[in-house]
């Protein structure tokens, strides 16, 4: 199966063939979705139509906290975003077909066979061996529309891990092999099966990177708890935040920017009543609580 896609909107600039820049994506962590790597630092998620609707009317103060997204691939329509990078606006992407697989990685998820894609920055862009860390966040993972036995699962699931208690549970992580360590690689299996100190302990050696560095992790972190204590009526039902931190810096790259911190994976998440959900008021508890008690694993005296 292939998509054939043609964009929707018009600006001036080049326009881009993408089945000749597609390439699979080697840092994924987390998630079921596969994701495939495009030029200048973007990837190509598949994702539900919510998914779409939520980066398109996404709420200021958390298009802050997520990864940019350029723009949403609808079917036969590509749009790509205002507020997209420069990039992304003058070189569209134009009659595309998007393959079902790209050098033997699937790009459709199987099961759902999404035709819907969004186009969002690469955090490992430009990194050369870069640390992941994929967290679910919160305490509910389960959205509004969720059925019965939906709610079960999930809440189960948050029950017998550490998201219920500490509002956060592994969901992915890997750490590039080094002079003299072996590589570290735990799947979301393995994440679910941690009890406290099992996390704590991957956490500590996910963090364990020189004094400023973490320093700038924890600052990222802060100001990401501060962000979502301000997000009135967001609900981030079953996101993540994912980490990411370059081992291998040059000496001319700035400290800022080897730490790179975004929360991901909005298809459960919800404000305002958003496609007919429920109203919440106040701040994301649950939420909250994963980013406190992170900060209290790497250090941070709040
Ligand atoms: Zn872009």
Redesign the pocket.
């Known amino acids: 199966m292939v998509l054939n896609i043609k964009r929707a909107s018009s600006l001036d600039g080049a326009t881009v063939n993408v089945q000749d820049v597609l390439k699979p994506f080697d840092h994924q962590v987390g998630g079921h979705t596969p994701f495939t790597s495009l030029p ?1 630092g ?1 990837l190509l998620k598949p994702c539900d139509e919510r998914e779409i609707y939520f980066y398109q009317k996404m709420p200021k103060i958390i298009k802050s906290i997520a990864p ?1 997204c ?2 949403t691939i609808q079917g036969s329509s590509v749009t790509t975003f205002d507020d ?2 420069l ?2 606006r003058q070189h569209q992407l134009e009659n595309v077909v998007i393959p079902e697989s790209i050098e033997g990685s699937p790009i459709l998820n199987k099961r759902k066979l999404s035709k819907n894609f969004i ?1 969002l ?1 690469d955090l490992t862009y430009r990194m050369k061996s870069p640390r992941i860390l994929d967290l679910k966040l919160g305490t509910r993972q389960h959205g509004d529309r969720a059925t019965v036995a939906k709610i079960a699962c999930m809440t189960a699931k948050c029950q017998s891990t550490t998201s219920a208690s500490l509002g956060i549970r592994l969901c992915g992580m890997k750490c590039p092999p080094s002079e003299s360590k072996n590589q570290v690689s735990i799947s979301k299996y393995e994440g679910r099966a941690m009890d406290k100190m099992e996390l704590f302990l991957a956490i500590r050696q996910f963090f364990n990177v020189p004094e400023v560095v973490l320093e700038v992790a924890q600052r990222k972190l802060l100001a990401i708890r501060d962000v979502l204590e301000k997000a009135n009526g967001v609900r981030l039902f079953g996101a993540s935040l994912l980490i990411v931190i370059e081992s291998d810096p040059l000496e001319s790259t700035p400290i800022d920017n080897l730490v790179r911190i975004k929360v991901v994976d909005f298809a459960n998440a919800t404000f305002d009543g958003f496609q007919g959900d429920n109203f919440y008021e106040g701040s994301d508890e649950g939420s909250i609580l994963g980013l406190e008690t992170l900060l209290g694993i790497i250090g941070h005296q709040a």
Request: net charge neutral; with cysteine.
């Open positions: 200048n973007h940019l350029c723009s997209s990078c990039n992304c186009v920055s």
